[in-house]
């Protein structure tokens, strides 16, 4: 996959959110790691189809699903006010589907790819070589 040049790059899991800016080319990406704000994951109803209920004791999906929420509505912000012109995604299988629910058309715009895999604690060159490889 080619990523434009200034592209951000957000890497995530249900825990963490990693960003990234691609200071390189189109074909060769260079990305440097850019500051994540706070992010909100009070956000428990997120998760459509994971009501809260005794048939669905699962609280860490709930948190998962409360911090995905919390990304994209950071995510959707940035595209909204200007911040994110291309955006690439690269978000464990899970994590992706959740976060397709939530984008904003100026989000869904901004989308350059998405990349179905957990690369979360992985190393910059790491996550170019998965992105060159996708």
């Known amino acids: 996959m080619q990523i434009p040049k200034g592209a951000t790059v957000a890497v995530m899991d249900g825990q963490k959110l990693s960003l990234f800016q691609n200071g390189g080319d189109e074909a060769s990406p260079k990305l440097s790691a850019l500051p994540v704000g706070p992010i909100?994951?009070?956000?428990?109803?997120?998760?459509?189809?994971h009501?809260?209920?005794?048939?669905n004791p699962d609280d860490d999906t709930q948190d998962e699903d409360g911090f995905v929420a919390g990304v994209v509505d950071v995510l959707n912000q940035q595209a909204i006010g200007g911040k994110i012109s291309k955006i690439v995604v690269i978000a464990a299988p899970r994590a992706l589907g959740e976060?397709?629910?939530?984008?904003?058309?100026?989000l869904k715009d901004a989308l350059v790819g998405?990349?179905?895999k957990d690369l979360t604690g992985q190393t910059s060159a790491d996550i170019e070589k998965a992105i060159a490889a996708a």
């Open 99 to 106: 976060m397709r629910k939530h984008y904003h058309v100026k």
């Open 51 to 55: 009501a809260s209920s005794a048939a």
């Open 114 to 116: 998405e990349i179905s």
């Open 40 to 49: 909100d994951t009070d956000n428990k109803s997120g998760g459509k189809g």
